[in-house]
Every structure is written in C-alpha cells, then in structure tokens.
C-alpha cells in the first residue's frame, strides 16, 4: 500500500461511495464524516475521515477545492462514463483520448515533479529520474482504476494514473475538418 498506517483499502472504497451519495459539488468534510458514520457507523471504527480524504486528495481522485480554519471543502472528481454537470445535450463533453499523469506528492496540499505523458511507461520513466522509483515499486491502487502509487522514504507518495483527455463534442465539427492551421 502507499502508506504504512493506511487503514484497510475497502474504508477508502466506503468513503468514495459516500462522496458519491451527496449532492454533486462541494462537500465539505464535517458533511462527510457525518454521512459515512450514518452509512457505515462502526464498521470502521478507528478510521480517520479526514486522513483517508486527504489520501484520496494525494491519489487524484478528489480534489481539494479550498480549506479554511473550520475545515476543508472537497470535490469528488468525475471519472470515465460519469454524467459531467456541464454537459449540454446539444454540445455533450466526450472523452477523446487518455493521458498517463504522473506526480509526487509531499503531502495533500502540494505536489511537485507534475508531468503528463503519453504512455505509462513514460511516466514511470519520469519518476524513476523524479522520485528514485522503479517501476515496480509503484503498487497497483486496487479500487482506483488505473492508478499506481508508492510512499517514499520522505513520507510523500508517488502517483502515476491514466487520466481521460475531455473534449466539446462540436469541436470535431466542420470547421476543423474544413480549415487547417496550417495552410493546407
């Protein structure tokens, strides 16, 4: 696992799901911690929300939108498939390729060594030279799809996930089947 004292993978699993039984937005985490220990209460009962919040912060798959001394707002973020809130019927948002995003993350707020490759093995490549990693140092993130990730010795970890490439339907129309950039 990523983190030594990381608590069972399945308590990430149950957070996400709660995240994703609130309404679409910005969720605060008291709002969160509320809603598993209403779901789940007892099932995990050592488990630290905020802790396994800003774990899924560091793996990419929730974002911290902004934290204030009462506590910190968070947004789930849409994966492949799911319904985009800014999608228009009559101009939808398509996935039109993928990306391999690679990074390493001192702590839920910062990361550094941000770079976005074409293949996987390019971003391993990068972190190998980054972070001192192999390839097989990064662990498969078994309830996140396409995700790996390593702790370093530093105490930060070390992430390479396939991001979805999202595109304007329309901007695939006539005009750029008709006009090039380049003259042609």
Not at 103 to 127: C, G, I, K, W
Not at 141 to 155: H, I, N, T
Request: charged share 30%; with cysteine; glycine share 8%.
């Amino acid at each position: 696992m990523f983190r030594e004292d990381a608590p069972p993978e399945e308590a990430y699993e149950r957070v996400r799901k709660t995240l994703r039984s609130l309404p679409e937005g910005v969720v605060s985490l008291s709002q969160v911690a509320e809603e598993f220990e209403h779901a789940y209460g007892g099932l995990f009962p050592d488990l630290n929300i905020p802790r396994a919040i800003q774990d899924l912060i560091v793996l990419g798959e929730v974002e911290l939108c902004r934290e204030t001394e009462s506590g910190a707002r968070v947004w789930l973020r849409h994966r492949w498939g799911d319904l985009d809130p800014d999608d228009r019927v009559d101009d939808p948002v398509v996935v039109t390729g993928t990306t391999w995003q690679c990074y390493v993350a001192p702590d839920f707020r910062r990361r550094r060594a941000e770079r976005l490759f074409t293949t996987r093995s390019a971003a391993f490549d990068h972190l190998e030279r980054a972070a001192g990693l192999t390839p097989e140092d990064l662990e498969p993130v078994w309830f996140l799809e396409d995700v790996w990730a390593a702790g370093l010795p530093s105490g930060g970890t070390a992430v390479v996930r396939r991001e979805p490439i999202y595109e304007r339907e329309s901007s695939h129309g006539a005009h750029y089947e008709d006009t090039s950039d380049f003259g042609l």
